[in-house]
């Protein structure tokens, strides 16, 4: 809980089961999602290690706002699930340039 009113953190994890049953590490989902959104210039893909982190711990939620950028962060556990950050601007001029950009990767007219 925040008591910022912009700026979001949205979540999926994998459990470990998923990821060994499919043969899938950190590395196969980054290496799957960096390609597809290679070439936009709006979506960034990266691995948390590539992230500054507050305090050495939190993800900022606040980095993209009022930009219109999405990041997705790949996060691999200790315990060996793999968690995907998606980092966006939920407010403002971010929520709508995300509306039309939803509506872009839907149409398939941009990654």
Request: proline share 2%; charged share 20%.
């Amino acid at each position: 809980v925040s008591t910022s009113y912009r700026g979001m953190l949205v979540c999926l994890s994998f459990h470990k089961a998923v990821l060994k049953q499919n043969k899938l590490q950190a590395s196969d989902i980054l290496s799957i999602l960096r390609p597809y959104y290679n070439k936009s210039d709006d979506i960034q893909v990266r691995l948390l290690e590539e992230e500054k982190l507050i305090d050495g711990k939190f993800l900022d939620f606040t980095k993209n706002n009022n930009s219109g950028k999405l990041d997705i962060i790949v996060c691999a556990g200790l315990t060996g699930h793999v968690s995907i950050w998606a980092r966006l601007d939920n407010l403002g001029i971010g929520a709508s340039i995300n509306a039309v950009k939803n509506l872009r990767l839907m149409l398939m007219l941009h990654p």
